[in-house]
């Protein structure tokens, strides 16, 4: 299942302004934990029960104006291709222009659907100006305020009726991506586990094409590889390829289970690894990091702690990852890397019995209970485990309300290291028994 809305137009209009207020919502709920960096072009929200990922964009194209409108229209054809639907925003203060009339020949094309946003209608006397819209002949417009967020439910009821249904599994094989920044060795660690060289480069504009799924099934394992790296496109204008291989990234992850993040052991890790982890956390995938080009690393005998430590501080608190050293150049730890991402396929689908739950963790509760508010006892009294893809608890108490963030994190670390769930980002939930 992938839902991905792509908000495309020239700049200006207001797409990162809509961007901030389709995925703030979350933002208010997922990230209010310190220390993270928000991405600006894509992130994730959710309506009515709906969760989608967003792309802004506008934040992918800078530098002259003469590589500016070909780099435009690039990268709505991308968008086109590889997104659900696609919001065209245009202002309603300014009317059409030029470059919105190219944009929209573009989308005319578009097998995609396509809404035409009508941006910085802030009051009812703007209202009546959108209509100059309807000459991109692409339907229906929508008239929006992205600042005070006027018109953006009613846009979003529509957007979403246009979402992919959870397609019924065809075969329940683990699904491992392999995520990483151009050049960490994506390409060259698939090669080393299928053994043969694939056609990396695919020139061929405009074709739709699924990510590749591989069947894995050597040595006594088998799963579905989702291969994204084989898949790269021809194009002149360099922030584009960044913007196709964050689509890709982003469609791969949604369909994974797993997800193998390579790092550059040279470079380090990166705010744009740090984006792709976060990403598979918020989609509550699996995750294994790999520290890849190790060879070219001069270790001595903390280094590898070393490294792990830093790796661990930049993704808190979703610490309990593993990591490995590999060298897809030498096949070192290529294996290892493959076992981990199954073992944590298993423990995301881990299913703990309650009795065995209640019996290990209340009583660590009872050693540490939560803090009483307002003079008021917070009593526990059972948990069980939520039947879903990945772990989520319900502890069931007197005040659910009254439970704080850091309790919360208690509560997960005794679970991780009660139960392993190495890998596997873990939901608590709090209930009124
Ligand atoms: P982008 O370049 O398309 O991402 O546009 P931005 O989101 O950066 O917005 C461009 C300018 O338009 C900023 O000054 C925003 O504050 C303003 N803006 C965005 N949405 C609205 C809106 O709904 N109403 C009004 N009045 N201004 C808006
Ligand atoms: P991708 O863009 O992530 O698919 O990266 P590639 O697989 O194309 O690798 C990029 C470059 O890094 C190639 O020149 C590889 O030979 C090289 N490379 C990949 N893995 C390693 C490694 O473990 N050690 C070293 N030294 N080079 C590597």
């Known amino acids: 299942m992938s839902n991905i809305i ?25 990230d209010d934990f310190s220390g993270v960096t928000r991405d600006r072009h894509y992130g994730v929200g959710e309506w009515t029960d709906k969760q989608f990922t967003v792309i802004d964009t506008g934040g992918y194209v800078s530098g002259s104006d003469d ?24 202002d309603v203060t300014v009317g059409v222009t030029d470059l919105d009339d190219e944009i929209a020949k573009v989308l005319r094309r578009s097998k995609k659907p396509v809404f035409v946003v009508s941006n910085k209608v802030d009051n009812t006397a703007l209202h009546n100006e959108t209509g100059v819209f309807y000459s991109f002949g692409l339907g229906e417009v929508h008239a929006v305020s992205s600042m005070t967020g006027s018109g953006t439910g009613d846009l979003l009821d529509e957007v979403i009726k246009h979402f992919e249904d959870e397609p019924e599994e065809e075969n329940t094989l683990p699904k491992i991506t392999i995520a990483g920044r151009p050049n960490v060795g994506k390409s060259s660690l698939i090669n080393a586990l299928i053994g043969k060289e694939r056609n990396i480069v695919t020139d061929v504009a405009g074709t739709t094409r699924d990510s590749i799924k591989i069947h894995y099934n050597q040595f006594g394992h088998e799963f579905t590889l989702i291969d994204t790296a084989g898949l790269r496109k021809k194009t002149k204008v360099k922030e584009n390829i960044e913007f196709y291989s964050v689509m890709r990234t982003i469609k791969a992850l949604e369909e994974a289970d797993v997800v193998v993040l390579m790092i550059d052991a040279v470079e380090g890790i990166e705010s744009q690894d740090i984006n792709i982890f976060h990403l598979a956390e918020k989609n509550k995938k699996g995750v294994v990091i790999l520290v890849n080009k190790w060879d070219l690393i001069e270790k001595n005998t903390k280094t590898m702690k070393v490294f792990e430590d830093e790796i661990r501080e930049r993704i808190k608190p979703f610490t309990d990852v593993p990591i490995i050293f590999t060298s897809v150049l030498n096949k070192q730890r290529i294996f290892k890397a493959i076992e981990e991402a199954l073992e944590v396929y298993k423990n995301r689908g881990k299913k703990i019995p309650t009795s065995k739950l209640n019996d290990v963790m209340l009583p660590l509760i009872e050693a540490y209970p939560p803090p009483a508010l307002k003079g008021k006892h917070i009593k526990i009294k059972y948990i069980t485990q939520i039947n ?9 108490c007197n005040l659910p309300q009254y439970i704080k963030d850091p309790y919360k994190r208690f509560l997960e670390n005794k679970l991780r290291d009660n139960f392993n ?12 028994k």
């Open 421 to 432: 769930f190495s890998g596997a980002p873990i939901q608590i939930f709090f209930r009124q």
């Open 6 to 30: 792509a908000i495309v137009g020239r700049p200006n209009v207001g797409k990162s302004t809509l961007f901030n207020r389709l995925t703030e919502s979350r933002k208010a709920i997922v």
């Open 67 to 90: 590589v500016f409108e070909a780099a435009i229209r690039e990268q709505v054809l991308i968008a086109i291709e590889e997104a659900s639907v696609v919001l065209f925003m245009v």
């Open 388 to 396: 879903g893809t990945s772990p989520m608890f319900a502890f069931f």
